[in-house]
């Protein structure tokens, strides 16, 4: 678990949160604007890697974005729309007024033709995949230090056929001659493809182009620089108050806690609610590194029998969730009562928890009940310390690399707050926690062993309610199946299964058999998300 409101139930998983930093000097930064593409959160990411500071924001809250973000450049992302369809999402014009540079993504790059006097025009057939690009020798700062022919990934129904006034090409495929288009005089740049994501060759370096070169923006969103302006944030903000934090055992909890701790001592008040459905050792691993290693004020509550017995007999995965979730606000909220002068929680909440994609089509379904955002601090009467609102997971692995706090925990994989209760796919009982526990602790030992582990974005085992007929010895077994499962992924929302070593996966599958009790059949799970989730249940 993550953070701890990710288990309270607010259905549907787009919403579009706005937050403007308030207090906070940040460095120089660029504003995204967000037309609903799926890889909006990508360009962030990339911005961010060149130690750039960006905001997203929807593209009908520019005006308000801009005049409190002072942006140096201006991203406008894909979207699923076409410029031409109804009710499809444009800008403000104030946008283009702010004489700070634009780069147009796609959609992007489209809504620049369509506003400016270019033609935007449906290809015959929708271009995806792949794309080779030859670059005009027309020394754009764009495209500076780049080669003059390389790969890059497309994705779009419309194209191009005729730049908008005062753009010329710059960059084109056999096919479509505007690919890149630039006005160097306002500098603004439009591309087709998306340079945000891997298969794009170079894309990186031409958003570091963008957001160095073009926008001068200066690369100081640093982790050093993050800590320092964040505890002196902290600092001023809860004054003499108390802060109360639950931990999970993840990373986000940890990292905030440490951070927190910096900041404020032992104004910091840490409570774990050990609930007996984790990783085999990781209850004791989170109370040696904060109470050992960072001498933070910690209360763990072991709740294993309050938690097993309200879950006995329940097999519905989302039915597990709701019990989980409210027994822990519950178990949680009675012991921060305790805690004298608290009016803070802190949270390890990540930017993608805080934005997401608009939504022009209302909120989508819930798939799975959990990535929720509200409810307990209302409950509780505090107010939320939210230290990495404005970070992704790998910028909070990196504080907490500066930090000090042990690889061990920074790098650990993500895991879903009602922990190993949605990988026993049957009732909950000791016996089979404990079995996982054993299965898991082997699968991810021989990972870290042989240096998987941090290639995969998660991996873990999960007991199947089938028993199978397997022979030991002379002995015929009727005994458990698990089934392992890994993953890569860059956000857990889409992922793909680990086509890990055949060889490696034996030897788990030999250690497994031979190690745990009531286990004869082991399977690897080969299914992506999507169709499957990453989670059994
Ligand atoms: P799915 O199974 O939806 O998982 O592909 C995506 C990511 O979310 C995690 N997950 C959860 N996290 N509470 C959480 O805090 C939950 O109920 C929950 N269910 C899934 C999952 O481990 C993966 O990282």
Same mark, same amino acid.
């Given at each position: 678990?993550?953070?701890?409101?990710?288990?309270?139930?607010?259905?549907?998983?787009? &919403?579009? $949160?706005?937050? &403007?930093?308030?207090?906070?000097?940040?460095?120089?930064?660029?504003?995204?604007?967000?037309?609903?593409?799926?890889?909006?959160?990508?360009?962030?990411?990339?911005?961010?890697?060149?130690?750039?500071?960006?905001? +997203?924001?929807?593209?009908?809250?520019? @005006?308000?974005?801009?005049?409190?973000?002072?942006?140096?450049? /201006?991203?406008? %992302?894909?979207?699923?729309?076409?410029?031409?369809?109804?009710?499809?999402?444009?800008?403000?014009?104030?946008?283009?007024?702010?004489?700070?540079?634009?780069? !147009?993504?796609?959609?992007?790059?489209? $809504?620049?033709?369509?506003?400016?006097?270019?033609?935007?025009?449906?290809?015959?057939?929708?271009?995806?995949?792949?794309?080779?690009?030859?670059?005009?020798?027309?020394?754009? *700062?764009?495209?500076?230090?780049?080669?003059?022919? &390389?790969?890059?990934?497309?994705?779009?129904?419309?194209?191009?056929?005729?730049?908008?006034?005062?753009?010329?090409?710059?960059?084109?495929?056999?096919?479509?001659?505007?690919?890149?288009?630039?006005?160097?005089?306002?500098?603004?740049?439009?591309?087709?493809?998306?340079?945000?994501?891997?298969? %794009?060759?170079?894309? %990186?370096?031409?958003?570091?182009?963008?957001?160095?070169?073009?926008?001068?923006?200066?690369?100081?969103?640093?982790?050093?620089?993050?800590?320092?302006?964040?505890?002196?944030?902290?600092?001023?903000?809860?004054?003499?108050?108390?802060?109360?934090?639950?931990?999970?055992?993840?990373?986000?909890?940890?990292?905030?806690? @440490?951070?927190?701790?910096?900041? /404020?001592?032992?104004?910091?008040?840490?409570?774990?609610?050990?609930?007996?459905?984790?990783?085999?050792?990781?209850?004791?691993?989170?109370?040696?590194? +904060?109470?050992?290693?960072?001498?933070?004020?910690?209360?763990?509550?072991?709740?294993?029998?309050?938690?097993?017995?309200?879950?006995?007999?329940?097999?519905?995965?989302?039915?597990?969730?709701? +019990?989980?979730?409210?027994?822990?606000?519950?178990?949680?909220?009675?012991?921060?009562?305790?805690?004298?002068?608290?009016?803070?929680?802190?949270?390890?909440?990540?930017?993608?928890?805080?934005?997401?994609? @608009?939504?022009?089509?209302?909120?989508?379904?819930?798939?799975?009940?959990?990535?929720?955002?509200?409810?307990?601090?209302?409950?509780?009467?505090?107010?939320?310390?939210?230290?990495?609102?404005?970070?992704?997971?790998?910028?909070?692995?990196?504080? !907490?690399?500066?930090?000090?706090?042990?690889?061990? +925990?920074?790098? *650990?994989?993500?895991?879903?707050?009602?922990?190993?209760?949605?990988?026993?796919?049957?009732?909950?009982?000791?016996?089979?926690? *404990?079995?996982?526990?054993?299965?898991?602790?082997?699968?991810?030992?021989?990972?870290? =062993?042989?240096?998987?582990?941090?290639?995969?974005?998660?991996?873990?085992?999960?007991?199947?309610?089938?028993?199978?007929?397997?022979?030991?010895?002379?002995?015929?077994?009727?005994?458990?199946?698990?089934?392992?499962?890994?993953?890569? %992924?860059?956000?857990?929302?889409?992922?793909?299964?680990?086509?890990?070593?055949?060889? &490696?996966? =034996?030897? $788990?599958?030999?250690?497994?058999?031979?190690? $745990?009790?009531?286990?004869?059949?082991?399977?690897?799970?080969?299914?992506?998300?999507?169709?499957?989730?990453?989670?059994?249940?």
């Amino acid at each position: 678990m993550d953070s701890l409101l990710f288990f309270l139930d607010v259905p549907g998983r787009i &919403f579009t $949160v706005l937050f &403007f930093r308030q207090n906070m000097n940040h460095p120089d930064s660029i504003l995204i604007l967000d037309f609903g593409s799926q890889y909006t959160q990508l360009i962030a990411r990339r911005v961010r890697e060149h130690q750039v500071y960006c905001e +997203i924001h929807p593209f009908n809250q520019a @005006v308000r974005a801009i005049e409190i973000l002072k942006p140096k450049g /201006i991203i406008l %992302s894909g979207s699923p729309f076409s410029v031409y369809q109804e009710g499809s999402p444009l800008p403000d014009q104030s946008v283009f007024e702010t004489g700070v540079p634009v780069l !147009g993504i796609c959609y992007g790059m489209q $809504v620049l033709a369509h506003l400016f006097g270019g033609k935007v025009d449906p290809a015959a057939r929708r271009e995806f995949g792949k794309a080779r690009i030859t670059l005009k020798k027309t020394g754009s *700062r764009l495209l500076s230090g780049l080669p003059d022919q &390389f790969q890059v990934w497309m994705s779009h129904g419309d194209h191009l056929t005729a730049p908008p006034a005062g753009f010329l090409p710059v960059a084109s495929t056999e096919n479509a001659p505007y690919v890149i288009i630039e006005d160097p005089s306002r500098k603004w740049y439009g591309v087709q493809f998306h340079p945000e994501v891997v298969h %794009s060759e170079f894309g %990186s370096d031409l958003l570091r182009n963008f957001v160095v070169e073009v926008s001068g923006c200066r690369q100081d969103w640093t982790p050093e620089s993050f800590i320092q302006t964040k505890t002196e944030e902290i600092r001023r903000q809860v004054g003499q108050d108390q802060v109360i934090l639950g931990l999970s055992g993840g990373v986000d909890s940890t990292v905030a806690a @440490v951070l927190i701790h910096e900041a /404020i001592g032992d104004q910091l008040n840490c409570i774990f609610v050990d609930h007996g459905l984790l990783r085999k050792n990781e209850a004791e691993e989170v109370e040696r590194t +904060i109470r050992d290693q960072f001498k933070i004020k910690l209360k763990v509550i072991n709740a294993h029998d309050l938690f097993l017995t309200e879950l006995a007999g329940v097999t519905d995965p989302e039915k597990k969730r709701k +019990i989980i979730g409210k027994l822990f606000v519950d178990v949680f909220d009675a012991e921060a009562k305790k805690v004298q002068g608290a009016r803070w929680l802190g949270q390890g909440t990540l930017y993608p928890d805080v934005i997401e994609s @608009v939504s022009f089509k209302g909120p989508s379904v819930t798939i799975k009940s959990h990535h929720n955002v509200g409810g307990l601090p209302e409950k509780m009467n505090l107010k939320l310390l939210e230290p990495f609102r404005e970070l992704f997971k790998d910028e909070v692995r990196l504080i !907490g690399n500066q930090l000090g706090i042990p690889a061990g +925990i920074v790098q *650990r994989h993500p895991f879903p707050g009602p922990g190993l209760a949605i990988r026993i796919i049957s009732d909950v009982t000791p016996e089979k926690i *404990r079995l996982l526990q054993e299965v898991d602790h082997i699968f991810i030992s021989e990972l870290r =062993g042989k240096g998987f582990y941090d290639q995969t974005w998660q991996a873990f085992a999960v007991l199947l309610p089938i028993q199978s007929v397997g022979v030991m010895g002379d002995e015929r077994t009727y005994e458990n199946t698990v089934v392992l499962r890994a993953v890569t %992924s860059v956000d857990g929302m889409t992922a793909d299964w680990a086509k890990l070593d055949y060889n &490696f996966l =034996g030897a $788990v599958s030999n250690r497994i058999i031979n190690e $745990v009790k009531g286990v004869n059949r082991v399977a690897y799970d080969i299914s992506s998300k999507p169709p499957a989730t990453i989670e059994w249940e």
